[in-house]
């Protein structure tokens, strides 16, 4: 920006009857560089923003693509497990009736106890399955 010592200098310089329209020409032209000089700010800081952002948005969309092949894959494991759970309790119906047709508690058949842990796990997947399918869908809709 011009200081006004400097105007007044040139002013003085210039022929009396151009002063006034020459005073208003300098200042609207210091006008004019100070504004292309703030927008050329802006627009160098606007261009890196944006450039930022178009960064981070093919990486938010590589990981929603991940995120989204992940949720197939809990999903089809959900599956898997709750077939699995119905061929555990088949099972442990199968040991209680032979159980029971030989006098004894299921208890007393070995491994038995591990189709109750067996279940346990199966349904603590199937909840975690679902959180996991649940935030995939929700981490999708972003």
């Not at 032209?29 to 261009?47: E, Q, T, Y």
């Not at 930022?52 to 197939?72: C, F, H, Q, V």
């Not at 494991?77 to 309790?89: G, P, R, S, T």
């Amino acid at each position: 920006m011009m200081t006004p010592e400097k105007f007044n200098k040139i002013v003085e310089k210039l022929p009396k009857g151009k002063t006034e329209l020459t005073k208003v020409e300098l200042s609207i032209a210091s006008d004019i560089r100070k504004k292309f000089s703030d927008v050329d700010k802006l627009s160098i800081s606007a261009a890196k923003t944006n450039s930022d952002l178009s960064k981070l948005i093919k990486e938010a969309n590589g990981l929603i693509k991940i995120i989204k092949s992940r949720g197939k894959d809990a999903d089809k494991l959900a599956k898997a497990l709750n077939k699995e759970e119905f061929k555990v309790k088949e099972l442990q119906k199968k040991a209680k009736e032979a159980a029971a047709d030989l006098g004894v508690s299921p208890k007393d058949i070995k491994d038995y106890t591990l189709l109750d842990d067996t279940l346990f796990r199966i349904k603590e997947s199937i909840n975690e399955s679902s959180l996991a399918i649940i935030q995939s869908k929700e981490a999708q809709r972003l």
